[in-house]
């Protein structure tokens, strides 16, 4: 089993807390000045990193509208790959501005590259640790060009077979042995349905490959991640915005300022929930141990007489002897006069 993966002076994994991420993709529709706002709002909702994607129309796909590069059948229906790519691609030259103004924040800033170049490009910014989107999990000489960085790597498995995952994580081994991956389960749908959820797949891929592993989320709300950090998830990435009514390629399946804030806030309280194994009373309860049933003189007792189920009952609170040890004292004789409302021990019968 693999010990925690650390981004900057953050552990992430099993004990420590969950390393949630803004991605911002397409969200900022262009506008610079929008894309600070989106980081700032995603300080204020808490978060512990925001992400950007790396990469331009050229880079990613051709300038084509022959069939194979039509869009078809999903949210971005009726646009060619370079037209979606054109309109939801960052800027390189803001991507370092952006990374100042969140490290400035306190936030952690990275990306994912879609090529070489991206990579080369992230490399020269000083991007703490790189994220693998879903559909590259197959692109073996890009996982081998990230693998050489030495930098952790964040990657989504959606789409990909457990033999593509393990193929995946072996290229990266193959290139640095001591590779810190961190393994996101995803749902590559937008948005994503919520029975293709299927989160019972966290523990599942973590006894697996033994690794961290966290969730990608394209449902809507928060309820799958709040529920994904239950299972044990140790990375929640979300799709963020200023605002849907904004518009833009991924908006539609994208939290809101409120929501990321409502997000974080019941990560928070869902770690605090899991705790650790625990049996015996809490510190809370254990003033709730007055409540319990215990053995009471129900009825005055003279000295020398016996103890019957008329004079001596389970009762609450909970300070005379356990109900266990009903049948031991029923007949027994009192050492004493006992008054009624007594709790019974052992020194006052015979």
């Known amino acids: 089993m693999m010990g925690p993966v650390k981004i900057n002076e953050r552990l992430i994994g099993r004990g420590h807390p969950v390393y949630i991420v803004a991605e911002m993709s397409g969200n900022h529709n262009q506008d610079y000045d929008r ?66 103004v969140a490290n400035d924040l306190g936030l952690d800033l990275f990306s994912t590259p879609f090529d070489f170049t991206a990579v080369d490009f992230l490399e020269d910014m000083g991007v703490p640790v790189y994220k693998v989107a ?7 000489p890009l996982l081998e060009k990230i693998a050489a960085t030495g930098k952790p790597i964040i990657m989504s498995n959606g789409m990909a077979s457990l033999a593509e995952v393990d193929e995946a994580i072996q290229a990266i081994r193959k290139v640095n042995a001591q590779a810190e991956i ?27 490959f033994g690794l961290p592993i966290g969730l990608s989320d394209h449902t809507m709300g928060i309820d799958v991640p709040v529920a994904a950090a239950a299972l044990g998830a140790c990375v929640i990435e979300k799709h963020f915005t200023l605002s849907r009514e904004d518009g833009g390629p991924d908006a539609a399946f994208s939290l809101e300022p409120d929501e990321l804030k409502k ?35 129900v009825a005055d007792i003279k000295a020398g007489e016996a103890l019957t189920p008329e004079n001596v009952r389970s ?33 006052i019968i015979e």
């Open 263 to 297: 997000l974080v806030d019941s990560v928070r309280n869902v770690e605090k929930a899991l705790g650790e194994i625990h049996s015996g009373a809490s510190e809370h309860e254990k003033i709730g141990l007055k409540s319990r049933r215990s053995l009471f003189v």
């Open 134 to 140: 879903s559909p590259e999990v197959i692109d073996i």
């Open 35 to 100: 894309a600070v706002e989106i980081i700032r709002e995603a300080k204020r909702a808490g978060v512990d990193a925001v992400k950007l994607q790396t990469y331009t129309a050229d880079t990613i796909t051709l300038d084509s509208d022959a069939e194979p590069f039509q869009v078809k059948g999903n949210l971005w229906d009726g646009y060619t790959l370079y037209n979606l790519y054109q309109e939801a691609y960052t800027p390189w030259e803001w991507q370092p501005k952006l990374q100042e």
């Open 315 to 347: 009762i609450r609170p909970g300070q005379g002897l356990p109900p266990k040890y009903l049948n031991q004292v029923i007949g027994r004789k009192a050492r004493q006069d006992i008054s009624k409302g007594t709790p019974l021990s052992w020194f």
């Open 182 to 208: 961190v393994l996101l389960k995803c749902t590559a749908a937008y948005p994503a349905p919520m029975e293709e959820a299927n989160l019972l797949t966290i523990p599942y891929l973590q006894q697996t």
